[in-house]
């Protein structure tokens, strides 16, 4: 086990960001937390770095119980190294800045020059060696700033949106040099992100989060919906757009829906006469490992998963009318 | 008009033939402002880096009172310090008073304020990533600081080069705590206002040369610095 996190909680002015009960996260592998913008990712890595302490609950690290000890704080970061979301680089060469872990460290200097050489190779930036830091793109920068946090010789490397703001051809870069550092150097690699297509391709396992809480699955198409009763008796969720969903549940006033896209069926032909059924447009289509993701507008953004082998059926193109149908139990409320 | 204009170029001469007298009264203003300023930066930097970024109870208040000391009048500072260095001061016994080393004092008491608010400024400006870069990487907490104070180095720079300005200009701490003695504490500002006293106005004019080209120096340093803080960050 390399984490363990009792019931965590981090709160600014009164509001919790973070309410965690327990987390384990395993040694070795890559571990991805999945979540939309503001439900905690990026404080949940800090409090790992050991760069930010929780409100209260308990931290353990290998077996070893984290307290505020700052001797200690900065022996363990040196185990534990965060890149953040937009990682700055100090003013200096790209050299210089990944010397900079191993020259206070206290490395020799002429293996420092042969490990910061094997890193800027590592990372494809070996050409770039004198250059200004600051004169780097994004993408070069996030690829320096991995370079630098493995010159630490870390125990588990924490990646905040690793791939948020690079472009195509860095985020394969990047993948790459995540699968090599898990599976050649065997680091353990937690990072975030919330692209689910993303996750399902490098983690071999996911946590997610949403409003700072851990969720029991990945939820998708996220809405908040308003429960009416409608004159003849029958419950539905008004969505903000006004758009009406049948529902079978007891539930009553403003709560927060999932459609489950592995759940929603679509179809080419007009079948008006399902329940829960609306007309839509193809805008988005994506292929992932065993599925084909087709993102529909419906007058609300929503994800629909077909199978691969279905999908050959269907001929579909962006642009194309849909008819598509969220049947009352794809639908959960949280 | 060609009492000014003949006053210029006999100046001009002065300097050209390095008058003694002139470079004598350079030298001392040279001294005492570099030694003020150096030892103002020694107390300034850090006690700005530690105001920065510590967060205790009056930090506010320092941070005006020290704003507040920016526009000390420097015959106040003269004053107060006369107060204590002359024959009735506690500090009378020292026989401080009419030498260099009283003015230094008095010019870290005008400068000291300077560099710490605009250290303070441009630690203040620096990316809290670099802190959390620093710490992430491994750096204890003074190697930290050096990290921070690396990144706003330029704007760090500036105030310092900005307090010498304004000590190497000052007339009211020379004249009040150092005396105008020649050769020991006559600096650029005192000899001026004594030649004009005199009605002498060659010496005063080559003086007025020297000190606004040092003014001059002092700005574009500042500029470049400034520039330079704006340009890597």
Not at chain 1, 310 to 321: P, R
């Amino acid at each position: 086990m390399l984490y363990k996190l009792n019931n965590i909680i981090k709160a600014y002015d009164d509001r919790a960001v973070l309410d965690l009960n327990q987390i384990c996260l395993k040694k070795g592998k890559v571990i991805g937390l999945l979540g939309p913008n503001g439900a905690g990712k990026t404080t949940l890595l800090e409090i790992l770095a050991f760069l930010l302490s929780p409100t209260s609950g308990e931290i353990w690290f290998k077996q070893e119980k984290i307290n505020s000890n700052i001797g200690r704080l900065i022996k363990l970061r040196r185990k534990v190294v965060l890149v953040q979301q937009h990682p700055i680089l100090f003013t200096t060469t790209v050299y210089k800045n990944i010397d900079f872990p191993l020259k206070i460290r206290k490395t020799p200097k002429a293996k420092r020059n042969d490990m910061v050489n094997e890193l800027l190779e590592l990372v494809g930036m070996a050409s770039f060696k004198d250059v200004g830091a600051h004169t780097l793109s994004g993408g070069q920068t996030q690829r320096v700033a991995i370079a630098r946090a493995l010159a630490c010789f870390p125990e588990v490397i924490l990646l905040d949106e690793p791939m948020s703001s690079v472009d195509v051809e860095n985020q394969i870069t990047i993948e790459r040099i995540i699968r090599e550092i898990n599976q050649i150097k065997g680091i353990s690699v937690i990072f975030t992100t919330h692209d689910v297509v993303q996750t399902s391709r490098l983690a071999d396992d996911t946590l997610f989060l949403f409003e700072g809480k851990v969720a029991k699955s990945i939820y998708e198409n996220i809405f908040s919906a308003y429960i009416e009763t409608d004159d003849g008796g029958q419950k539905y969720f008004r969505l903000p757009n006004g758009l009406k969903l049948r529902t079978r549940s007891e539930k009553t006033g403003q709560t927060r829906i999932s459609i489950s896209p592995g759940k929603v069926r679509i179809s080419q032909n007009s079948c008006n006469t399902q329940e829960n059924t609306r007309k839509g447009k193809i805008i988005q289509l994506n292929q992932e490992q065993f599925n084909v993701r087709v993102l529909v507008d419906a007058g609300i953004p929503l994800n629909v998963l077909i199978p691969k082998g279905s999908f050959k059926s269907y001929e579909m193109g962006i642009g194309d009318d849909v008819w598509i149908t969220c049947p009352v139990e794809s639908i959960d409320i949280f | 008009m060609n009492f000014l204009t003949d006053s210029f170029f006999s100046a001009l001469l002065l300097i050209w033939t390095l008058d003694h007298n002139l470079i004598e009264i350079i030298g001392v203003s040279l001294k005492v402002s570099s030694i003020s300023t150096f030892i103002s930066a020694l107390v300034g930097v850090p006690s700005g880096f530690l105001i920065a970024f510590s967060d205790f109870k009056g930090k506010r208040l320092v941070i005006t009172i020290l704003n507040t000391l920016l526009a000390l009048p420097t015959v106040v500072v003269g004053l107060f310090v006369y107060a204590f260095i002359s024959r009735k001061g506690i500090f009378g016994a020292y026989d401080l008073l009419y030498t260099q080393k009283a003015m230094i004092i008095g010019q870290m008491i005008l400068i000291i304020p300077i560099v710490t608010t605009f250290t303070i400024s441009a630690v203040s400006r620096i990316d809290d990533r670099y802190r959390k870069a620093a710490l992430t990487l491994g750096a204890n907490l003074r190697q930290t600081a050096w990290v921070i104070i690396r990144e706003a180095r330029f704007g760090i720079m500036a105030a310092v080069v900005l307090a010498f300005g304004r000590v190497i200009a000052e007339v009211g701490i020379s004249m009040m705590l150092g005396g105008n003695a020649k050769g020991f504490t006559r600096t650029m500002t005192t000899a001026m206002a004594l030649e004009y006293d005199k009605g002498e106005f060659v010496l005063s004019v080559a003086l007025g040369i020297v000190l606004l080209s040092a003014s001059f120096a002092v700005n574009i340093f500042c500029n470049y610095f400034q520039g330079k803080g704006r340009t890597s960050n």
